[in-house]
């Protein structure tokens, strides 16, 4: 199976900072990466898919990148509304997501 | 717009079957572009792939669960539905069902709210 880990498992950061999370695939999914979004008591939101296209709504401030197996998203400045958990997934080998990534207000 | 909403009980016992239902509105079941799918959370855990199917009846499922799963659709009530085997505690998950695009990257879109299923005598 192919392992998708996030890192770090939580990121304290205040609003405004830069956040740079992190997911790092066992094996090459090429670019088909994606990542959500989830806040408590809420279904999780796609925010990226292929790497890094922005999914429709999605804020300027979010970004992805990467390719093969390691792979970051971006949120540039954050909100307050951006405090949440952050899954990637993968579906080049079955269908895995990561473990998460929770960002916390410091 | 297009919503999913997960239906079902919320209780079930030991080694019955869990069945969920997955309406969906505002779009159509029958469209070639999508797979229907289910995605479990256990309480404060990650996400896990269920599986999913197409129109076509085409179904994708997860190898952990094979065994015990059934992914069904109806296109005439657009709806499509989970069974799943042989429950055990570790089945008590919050449950999503979710619209998967098929693109180059299978990715998911609009999810359902979730719904709660306890397996619990």
């Known amino acids: 199976e192919l392992v998708l880990t996030q890192s770090p498992a939580t990121l304290s950061l205040s609003p405004g900072e830069r956040a740079t999370l992190s997911c790092r695939a066992s094996q090459s999914v090429r670019n088909y990466l994606a990542w959500y979004q989830q806040k408590p008591g809420q279904a999780p939101r796609l925010l990226i898919y292929d790497a890094s296209k922005r999914a429709t709504g999605i804020p300027a401030r979010f970004s992805g990148s990467g390719s093969g197996t390691d792979f970051t998203l971006t949120i540039s400045s954050l909100e307050p509304e951006d405090f949440a958990v952050y899954y990637c997934q993968q579906r080049d080998n079955w269908l895995t997501f990561g473990g998460g990534t929770r960002v916390e207000i410091k | 717009q297009v919503h999913l909403q997960e239906s079902g009980p919320g209780l079930v016992k030991p080694s019955q079957t869990l069945s969920l239902t997955c309406t969906v509105s505002g779009g159509s079941v029958s469209s070639g572009d999508f797979y229907w799918s289910w995605i479990r959370q256990h309480p404060g855990k990650g996400l896990e792939w269920i599986g999913y199917i197409h129109y076509n009846g085409n179904t994708y499922y997860n190898p952990s669960l094979r065994s015990r799963l059934t992914i069904s659709i109806d296109t005439s009530n657009n709806h499509f539905s989970l069974k799943l085997t042989s429950v055990t505690a570790a089945d008590t998950a919050l449950y999503f069902c979710?619209?998967?695009?098929?693109?180059?990257?299978?990715?998911?879109?609009?999810w359902g709210r979730g719904t709660l299923v306890t397996v619990s005598s």
């Open positions: 979710a619209r998967g695009i098929i693109a180059d990257m299978l990715h998911f879109d609009l």
